[in-house]
C-alpha cells in the first residue's frame, strides 16, 4: 500500500514538471544545411569563377523567392565537388514554408555557367544538421 501511494505522489509531483517541457518554446539554435555541389561535365573552371549557393523560401508562388542563408566565393583554381554549409537562424523558418537550395556557378564577368535546374527541398524536422547530399548542376549554353 506505502509502495502505490509514494508511486502516485512521484508521478503527481513529474507531470508538472513533463508538461513544461512540452510547452517550451522552439530551440534558438542555429540550423546547418550542408552539402556539395559537383556538375557532370569534364571540363575545369577558371580560377575566377563565383559559386553562390542559397537557401530560398519559396512558399509563395506568385512572388520572387525570399533569401534566408548564401553562401558565396572564388573557386581560386578549385574544382568540383564543394561543400557548402549554410547557417540558419531556426527563428526565421515557418513550419508551414516551403524551402530550397539552389547554386550557380558564373565567370569573371558574370556570365551563368552551371545551375541547379531541379527544387531541391529543405525540410526543416528539428536537426541541428541537415544534409543535402550532392546536388547537380547543369551547364548553360
Known amino acids: ?4 501511494a509514494r508511486a502516485a ?3 503527481l509531483v513529474t507531470l508538472p514538471l513533463a508538461a513544461c ?3 517550451m518554446p522552439p530551440s534558438e539554435a542555429p540550423v546547418s544545411v550542408t552539402g556539395n555541389i559537383t556538375y557532370r561535365e569534364r571540363m575545369a573552371l577558371p580560377p575566377t569563377a563565383q559559386v553562390e549557393i ?3 523560401d519559396v512558399s509563395l508562388m506568385d512572388a520572387p523567392s525570399k533569401t534566408i542563408a548564401q553562401q558565396s566565393f572564388t573557386a581560386d ?3 568540383v565537388p564543394f561543400a557548402f554549409s549554410l547557417t540558419v537562424d531556426e527563428r526565421k ?3 508551414r514554408g516551403r524551402y530550397s537550395v539552389s547554386a550557380r556557378i558564373t565567370d569573371a564577368s558574370g ?3 552551371f545551375i541547379t535546374d531541379t527544387h531541391n527541398g529543405v525540410t526543416f524536422d528539428g536537426r541541428p544538421r541537415i544534409d543535402m547530399g550532392t546536388l547537380v548542376m547543369v551547364k548553360t549554353r
Open 1 to 4: 500500500m506505502v509502495r502505490i
Open 9 to 11: 505522489a512521484l508521478s
Open 21 to 23: 517541457a512540452t510547452l
Open 54 to 56: 542559397q537557401l530560398a
Open 77 to 79: 583554381g578549385r574544382q
Open 93 to 95: 523558418i515557418d513550419p
Open 111 to 113: 556570365k551563368l555557367m
